[in-house]
């Protein structure tokens, strides 16, 4: 009954499975389009910060701050050419990182920003490099030699960043970087590089087509550290120009004890759907650092606990 009143009142919403308990059917697995909750059911889902707002928002819960304010980590590598084999590829991405300019103090002055060794395939190397044709055949017949360090850039909270959905109700990100944010990232690339060249780097690579060709055509190359600060001084980080990644949105369904500000209330409850319980990066209050997946378990735990505890 259950499974099919609600596929009823789900338009465009496909019934997949069904979950039970104790040989009871308790409620359809939908690929959701809108999610509806009849009551006493209680369901708890967890999609991450993009899937999350995104049934939230098509759900119409109603609370203004739902998918506003995430944070993502905005990520740039950097990356040498060194005169010995790296082989960065056949390691273990991040494994070793430097944790030092991490405050998470937004008003303070100081940088904040995660420094990661990290590597990328050949054809990513490729599409990264700027310059002309003849730059990015060199970097890739060097590939073996080639070693790099990210900037993964713990970036303030903004209402301004969000998610939303457009007429046909797929999800939109707009996010845009604070100047402040901008001037962090800055200072990373700055850090990043000084470690390449003491590491024993012969240039560095900063992926950018904001930066002004060489005498050769090449683009984005530093082959001194005294010329980072001038180059990266210049980047604005504008769109397609300067690649960014970003792999850990988060932050945009705060969880708060107050309900003007947090869209979801301390025991996990979406407010303004009562029974709907959200467990996943998105209820982080702000950026918790990086990698978040450790406190993603630490909160699933927290909340399977205390629930199985109640049942």
Sequence with gaps: WLLSSAVGRAQRSLAIGVLVSRGQRLLGQLAWHFLYLISPVRLSYALGNLGSSAILLRSRTGHPETGRGFVMHPFLLLIGNFQQRIDGHGGLSSSVYASDFITTDFSDKAPDFLLEVAAARPEVCAAMCPGPASQVHGMVRGYRNLGGVGVVLLDEPSSNNRVGIDARGKARIFYRMSDSDKQRLRSGIVESGKILFEAGAERILIPSFEASPGSNGYQGVVERPDQLAALTSSLQFRSNQTP??????????KLAVS???????PDYQVRGARGLYLVDASIFPSSIGANPMQSIYGVAKIFCDRHLACS
């Design 259 to 265: 309900p003007e500000r947090g869209v979801v209330s």
């Design 244 to 253: 960014l990644f970003a792999a850990h949105m988060m932050s945009g369904n």
